[in-house]
T-cell receptor, first 114, second 111 residues
Framework: DAGVIQSPRHEVTEMGQEVTLRCKPISGHNSLFWYRQTMMRGLELLIYFNNNVPIDDSGMPEDRFSAKMPNASFSTLKIQPSEPRDSAVYFC????????????FGEGSRLTVL | GESVGLHLPTLSVQEGDNSIINCAYSNSASDYFIWYKQESGKGPQFIIDIRSNMDKRQGQRVTVLLNKTVKHLSLQIAATQPGDSAVYFCAEIPGTYKYIFGTGTRLKVLA
């Protein structure tokens, strides 16, 4: 298996622009997570999906952030409009079992908002 | 709120020596713990895990120790190699999807 695949790896955009990050989880994994990583706050859980259904989005910073999982093999995280404070590395991760197993991370999408 | 903390933000070790990375966790209900390694520009990678019914678990060159009395977790790396240079995170899983990650310890291996 190719592992969790994220795109783009790097994104530089201007404040106010829309950003869409994409994720393909490992086939067969039914749990998908979006995390944000910064030096100050480490890894923060943004949203968790189980069987394509959003279970917990309490970590989503504000209404500018939204996430979807239209099917078991694809998820998106959208920021509209983007702000400089959104600059971070965004990770997608998937796992086979909820809360009991290894979390497999993608390589991350590094976002810079100017 | 609950958090996982690390005692040493940066650890420098001579190549060939053993490394010990420590972690304190706060949720006594956590029953599963994982150590992750994150190399520069990459995502965290699973190293080793341990469940709360164990005190010690060994892998290839790595050992995880769990002390539930003082809520302490450690990762030992034997014969540290240059390829071990990375940031190491501990994570506690309190029985739900809410994995709690520490901020990480940077391990530097000196030649």
């Amino acid at each position: 298996d190719a592992g969790v695949i994220q795109s783009p790896r790097h994104e530089v955009t201007e404040m106010g622009q829309e950003v869409t990050l994409r994720c393909k989880p490992i086939s067969g994994h039914n749990s998908l997570f979006w995390y944000r990583q910064t030096m100050m706050r480490g890894l923060e859980l943004l949203i968790y999906f189980n069987n394509n259904v959003p279970i917990d989005d309490s970590g989503m910073p504000e209404d500018r952030f939204s996430a979807k999982m239209p099917n078991a093999s694809f998820s998106t995280l959208k920021i509209q409009p983007s702000e400089p404070r959104d600059s971070a590395v965004y990770f997608c991760a998937s796992s086979l079992q909820q809360g009991t197993g290894e979390l497999f991370f993608g390589e991350g999408s590094r976002l810079t908002v100017l | 709120g609950e958090s996982v903390g690390l005692h040493l933000p940066t650890l420098s070790v001579q190549e060939g020596d053993n490394s010990i990375i420590n972690c304190a966790y706060s949720n006594s209900a956590s029953d599963y713990f994982i150590w992750y390694k994150q190399e520069s520009g990459k995502g965290p990678q699973f190293i080793i895990d341990i469940r709360s019914n164990m005190d010690k678990r060994q892998g290839q060159r790595v050992t995880v120790l769990l002390n539930k009395t003082v809520k302490h977790l450690s990762l030992q790396i034997a014969a540290t190699q240059p390829g071990d240079s990375a940031v190491y995170f501990c994570a506690e899983i309190p029985g739900t999807y809410k994995y709690i990650f520490g901020t990480g310890t940077r391990l530097k291996v000196l030649a």
